[in-house]
């Protein structure tokens, strides 16, 4: 949204679009995220994200409101990680790793159920004119934003799911020995990214998921 404002090129009707997606990534869709870690992560054997209150679909036991911030003006950002005591699981880095892909996953969802919509208002929504464009419009960039929220957790760097996953196959001391540096590898992939070395990956890697999801979400619209 930040970019669109910035340019000063803009339809108005579809900065507020952007800005009511956002809003409901952030009210919506990162809730479910942090809710399917502390799930599964409970289903697993940890009680942990119980006692802290976040099993829960409720926004506000999750928002980081910096990382939601982010969210509304750059289209990716974070929410309050759940905490996890991999202790509790009977295969600590096998639970970690299933934990932690359950977010992108919930994401992938998400998208998955945008685009349903999105194709529902593309094939009968013909009648309600420009109306109907901008309701298109609101379930893709849903759907946008959540695909690249996938993807960015899955970079396999601490504290992004995907290093959970990666680790899962390391040997013992090179996993503990990595995530002790956890916050230093986070503030380095962050200057990575604030540097653009991995827009076009992720780029790539979003579009190609997308297209996928959409693929698969047109087809009980085909016969229409």
């Not at 054997?45 to 006692?51: E, I």
């Not at 379930?139 to 970079?155: D, G, K």
Request: a neutral charge; hydrophobic letters at 55%; charged letters at 10%.
């Amino acid at each position: 949204m930040l970019q669109e404002l910035l340019s000063g090129n803009f339809d108005p009707l579809s900065l507020v679009v952007s800005l009511i997606s956002s809003l409901v990534v952030v009210f919506l869709t990162l809730p479910i995220h942090e809710w399917a870690h502390g799930f599964i992560a409970t289903k697993l054997g940890d009680p942990t994200p119980r006692y802290q209150g976040r099993l829960t679909l409720n926004p506000f036991a999750h928002i980081d409101y910096i990382g939601a911030l982010c969210i509304i003006l750059f289209g990716v950002g974070w929410a309050k990680p759940v905490q996890i005591n991999p202790r509790n699981f009977n295969n600590p880095k096998v639970g970690m790793a299933i934990t932690a892909f359950a977010g992108p996953a919930a994401n992938i969802v998400v998208a998955t159920v945008s685009l349903l919509f999105a194709n529902a208002v593309a094939t009968f929504g013909a009648g309600m004119g420009a109306v109907a464009v901008y309701i298109y419009m609101f379930f893709v960039s849903v759907a946008q934003i959540n695909v690249f929220l996938a993807v960015f957790n899955f970079i396999p760097v601490p504290p992004f799911d995907g290093s959970r996953i990666l680790f899962a196959v390391l040997p013992d001391k090179y996993y503990w020995r990595v995530m002790q540096h956890e916050r230093i590898l986070m503030f380095a992939v962050l200057i990575i990214i604030a540097t653009d070395i991995l827009d076009k990956p992720l780029a790539i890697a979003s579009s190609a998921i997308l297209g996928a999801i959409n693929n698969f979400a047109s087809l009980p619209f085909m016969f229409f």
